[in-house]
């Protein structure tokens, strides 16, 4: 079985939308695009390229054609991402000339994959697909990025319809501009309890 860990980039009040740039989605009159760009530094760009080692990839559409339309061209920066599997769950969407992409349509196909064998299966940005993702409880580890900013408006990495489900906490490191690396493993159902004696 592969794992499938999703990669977010983060707002402290969850904004995953468009970190890279101006003009990598502007929908809903969003207006903060790239407000990640301030927060790199040395240490940053180190835990990064750790986390862009080669493994196969799923993206949603939109995060598909942001990718492909870039990549292909700076792979120098992104060692073997021309080579890995580019997963993409699209219902409109069939082919692309980026080589390696594979179309997929329905939670079933992800499921499929999931049960296959291969690379543990990485996913970045793609925010409606994570939101599915959560729902059917098809994640296994969270890498998120948490950045010290607040964005009151923008799209969100998760949704009202995520599965209740419990995490561990398995590494962590703090940039020296701010950011959060932290790793979370699935660690099953919620637990509750009462605070105090």
């Given at each position: ?6 990669l ?26 790239g407000?990640?760009a ?37 792979a ?61 409880d ?60």
């Amino acid at each position: 079985m592969r794992k499938i860990i999703v990669l977010e980039f983060i707002t402290l009040n969850g904004v995953m939308q468009a970190p890279g740039g101006p003009e990598e989605d502007t929908s809903g009159g969003f207006k903060y695009g790239g407000w990640s760009a301030p927060y790199g530094d040395e240490v940053f760009n180190k835990m990064l390229q750790k986390q862009m080692e080669p493994a196969d990839i799923l993206l949603g559409r939109k995060t598909f054609e942001i990718f492909a339309s870039y990549w292909p061209a700076h792979a120098d920066y992104w060692p073997g991402i021309n080579d890995v599997t580019k997963y993409v769950m699209s219902n409109t969407m069939k082919e692309s000339d980026w080589e390696n992409s594979v179309f997929l349509t329905s939670v079933a196909d992800i499921e499929k994959l999931k049960n296959s064998a291969g690379s543990d299966i990485r996913v970045w940005g793609s925010g409606e697909l994570v939101q599915l993702l959560l729902k059917h409880d098809l994640v296994d580890e969270l890498w998120l990025k948490i950045y010290p900013v607040l964005l009151g408006k923008g799209k969100k990495w998760y949704s009202d319809e995520t599965i209740p489900a419990a995490f561990k906490l398995t590494e962590s490191h703090i940039t020296p501009s701010g950011v959060i690396f932290a790793n979370y493993k699935r660690a099953g159902k919620v637990e509750t309890g009462t605070i105090g004696p």
